[in-house]
């Protein structure tokens, strides 16, 4: 008997009180109808930001112009990635913390920056990604990055500096990952977002399975 692939959940659990971006529409559910004598089935009504828990941001979050996440090509968000550990790097990953494990990258790149991700909390001291890592990154032929906070760009900052590499290399990006049990490595990715056909972003349910 073969032993069963081992799977990494590195999604944020999603219920009301998960934290948000400030500003973002948090999860809020209600049940539109329960089980009862007249009605066979519990149904619920969701009312949520698609930034919210491990999402996929589409172009059209930081390009006026720019594809919804239900045109996006699925490609990117399955396959080998490495997932590289840069915990404590402070507000930028820099290469310096990721060159140690950058030789023969596969397309995708994950970048796990907290010992304990800060599910139950909103961190506006996050880190993000230094612009050039990601140029650097895309020159290598990395295609994704992904990132265990809620941002590929400081919290406060109002350019976007890192997303504008992202949409003028016109490359996909993860956030909100949870990678506080993954090891340094390599792993497949799945992480496909909905068909959402006017969205600027789409929540996923990332995994990573061993290859």
Not at 30 to 49: E, L
């Amino acid at each position: 008997m073969s032993t069963p692939t081992r799977l990494w959940d590195i999604s944020p659990p999603v219920h009301e009180g998960a934290p948000v971006f400030p500003g973002d529409t948090p999860y809020q559910q209600r049940w539109a109808a329960t089980i009862s004598p007249g009605c066979p089935v519990n149904v619920s009504d969701i009312r949520m930001s698609p930034h919210v828990g491990a999402h996929a941001d589409a172009p059209l979050h930081y390009d006026p112009t720019g594809a919804a996440i239900g045109a996006v090509d699925l490609t990117p968000f399955l396959g080998p990635c490495r997932v590289i550990h840069a915990i404590g790097c402070g507000p930028l990953v820099e290469w310096a913390h990721i060159a140690h494990a950058v030789d023969a990258l596969p397309a995708r790149v994950l970048v796990r920056t907290y010992e304990r991700a800060p599910i139950d909390r909103w961190d506006g001291a996050l880190a993000a990604y230094a612009p050039a890592t990601i140029e650097r990154l895309a020159a290598l032929g990395v295609r994704l990055v992904g990132i265990d906070t809620a941002s590929i760009d400081p919290a406060d900052s109002k350019t976007l500096d890192s997303h504008q590499v992202i949409r003028r290399l016109d490359l996909r990006v993860l956030e909100n990952l949870v990678l506080d049990d993954v090891p340094e490595g390599d792993y497949e990715l799945i992480a496909l977002p909905l068909k959402l056909t006017t969205a600027d972003a789409s929540p996923v349910r990332a995994v990573l399975r061993a290859l």
